[in-house]
């Protein structure tokens, strides 16, 4: 799968501080705005998802980033580039090929929750 580019992961790291930043608080007017644009955002509310970190891992030898996780404190979400492979193939409904598309579809709320269940992460471990 391919990694991120400096270009998208400041893509995302935007799109978190404008819809998931910790401790936000929307009015109803920008509640509105997003929700009739990313309509799946509904289910977040006025606070959206609530990240507090995000961290990455940067390859120098193609200058991408190939981890990102997404986290709420000891909790969140892993997402790599190197997810699926020998031992983790693709779901059959799976449409995102990017690692870029992946997140921005999770952030999104395009993915349901079985999609992103692979991806969750308790007490800074995955699985």
């Given amino acids: ?12 790291v935007n799109f978190v501080q404008k819809w998931h930043i910790f401790a936000l608080w929307l009015s109803d007017s920008d509640v ?3 929700n009739k644009t990313y309509f799946n955002m509904a289910k977040w509310g006025e606070h ?3 990240i507090k970190y995000i961290d990455c891992t940067y390859d120098s030898r ?6 990102v996780k997404l986290r709420f404190g000891k909790d969140g979400y892993v997402f790599s580039s190197n997810h699926f492979g020998i031992l983790t193939k693709k779901p059959a409904d799976w449409r995102w090929n990017t690692l870029y598309d992946i997140i921005m ?3 999104k709320g395009e993915m349901t929750e079985k999609q992103a269940k692979p991806f969750e992460m308790k007490n ?3 699985g």
């Fill in 48 to 50: 959206g998802m609530d």
């Fill in 124 to 126: 800074n471990s995955c």
């Fill in 62 to 67: 193609d200058n991408k980033i190939w981890l």
């Fill in 105 to 107: 579809a999770f952030l």
């Fill in 32 to 34: 509105k705005e997003r």
């Fill in 1 to 12: 799968m391919e990694a991120l580019t400096l270009e998208q992961y400041t893509e995302i």
